[in-house]
Structures are given as structure tokens and as C-alpha cells.
């Protein structure tokens, strides 16, 4: 079964701290992103990247970044994590073009809440 | 990328269809229809895409209306399983890759 893996189910970090959301994919997939998703808000794009080293703005960059060394790990990196960053954190994968039986494949989620 | 139109929620009956309709009106040729889920506290799941031919998988079924300006996702024999958000969603093949997310349908499944 292919798999997009998300390293925490759970995390709660302080205010202030450096946070890293990790996602690792196993289907060689050229395309990552990283989503977050609250109440009425729906699903917003935060950042994607298209290949290794490779990183694009998506809706929301402001307060985040992200790293790609290798193809199948896509970093999500909260410089200084705020309250306001508290949300579900959600990645996916896709190959080239997005047009696949499978569609995306996104992760389980990463519920953070910033105290 | 064309914006959809859903309802907010909808009931079912278990071991009865579900039938999720969706609105595109200013889709464009080139654009395709998608419905992913998202059962609680999961990532969204794909179900089922298409261009202009009603197409049908394991999960579900996929009408497009011949004027492609609305579609309706089929869930032939729903079961409780099937409670989820439903997201209708319209994008290009070349739209820089990305999905982007409505509100989408909360369908309940009732016993």
C-alpha cells in the first residue's frame, strides 16, 4: 500500500519554539505539500515543492518554511511557533501533473497546538 | 480554477445510495472534476475523478451532466463507514499541481 507518513500523530510545543513537521513518502512521487486545516476555514495551502531542493509559496507561507534534501522527505519548520499556529497539519504527495488513478495521497495529520 | 458549490450536509440511510451533487458552472474544458473524503481526524482519501464521461471505481460512481456544469459523486450502498466530508473540487491538468479545498458536503450515515 503506498504511504504518506506524518513522524507525529500528536505534538504540543511552547510558544516560541522551533518546530519541525516531518513527512516522508515511499511511492517516488515529484510533488509534495503541506496543508493546514481548521474549523470553517477548510484546507489552505501553506507550501509545495515540485523536487529536491525545489520549494514554492502556496496560501499561507507567512510564519513557516520548509526543506526537501531528499526526494521522499518534505520538512515543515514553524521558525518560532506562535498560538496562532495551532491547527491540523496535513501532507500529501502527488506525481507529475496530479492526473493519476490515485489522485494524492495525503498523510494521517499532525495535530499541533502551540501553549 | 473553477469554484464549486455544495451542500453543507446530508443524510443518508444506511445500505441506501448516496448521492452528492456539486456544482461547476464555470468549469473549462481542460478542467477535471475530483471528489476526495475525509472521515474524521484522517487526511482527505481520493474517491474518484473525470473530464466529461461518467466513470465508476471500486468506491464509487462519478456523473458529469453533458454541459459538465455540475457532477454528482454516488455511493451506491452506503454504510456507516461512509460518514465523511465530501469534497467536490475542479482543477486543471496543468494547474501548478495543487488541490484546493471547499467547504465540501458532511454526509451522515444513519443506521
Known amino acids: 500500500d503506498v504511504k504518506v507518513t506524518q513522524s507525529s500523530r500528536y505534538l504540543v510545543k511552547r510558544t516560541g519554539e522551533k518546530v519541525f513537521l516531518e513527512c516522508v513518502q515511499d511511492m517516488d512521487h515529484e510533488n509534495m505539500f503541506w496543508y493546514r486545516q481548521d474549523p470553517g476555514l477548510g484546507l489552505r495551502l501553506i507550501y509545495f515543492s515540485y523536487d529536491v531542493k525545489m520549494k514554492e509559496k502556496g496560501d499561507i507561507p507567512e510564519g513557516y518554511s520548509v526543506s526537501r534534501e531528499k526526494k521522499e522527505r518534505f520538512s515543515l519548520i514553524l521558525e518560532s511557533a506562535s498560538t496562532n499556529q495551532t491547527s491540523m497539519y496535513l501532507c500529501?504527495?502527488?506525481?507529475?501533473?496530479?492526473?493519476?488513478?490515485?489522485?494524492?495521497?495525503f498523510g494521517s495529520g499532525t495535530r499541533l497546538t502551540v501553549v | 480554477d473553477a469554484k464549486t458549490t455544495q451542500p453543507t450536509s446530508m443524510d443518508c440511510a444506511e445500505g441506501r445510495a448516496a448521492n452528492l451533487p456539486c456544482n461547476h458552472s464555470t468549469i473549462s474544458g481542460n478542467e477535471y472534476v475530483y471528489w476526495y473524503r475525509q472521515i474524521h481526524s484522517q487526511g482527505p482519501q481520493y474517491i474518484i475523478h473525470g473530464l466529461k464521461n461518467n466513470e465508476t471505481n471500486e468506491m464509487a460512481s462519478l456523473i458529469i451532466t453533458e454541459d459538465r456544469k455540475s457532477s454528482t459523486l454516488i455511493l451506491p450502498h452506503a454504510t456507516l463507514r461512509d460518514t465523511a466530508v465530501y469534497y467536490c473540487?475542479?482543477?486543471?491538468?496543468?494547474?501548478?499541481?495543487?488541490?484546493?479545498f471547499g467547504g465540501g458536503t458532511r454526509l451522515m450515515v444513519k443506521p
Open positions: 473540487i475542479v482543477r486543471g491538468r496543468n494547474a501548478g499541481n495543487m488541490l484546493t
Open positions: 500529501a504527495s502527488s506525481p507529475p501533473g496530479g492526473i493519476t488513478p490515485y489522485g494524492y495521497t
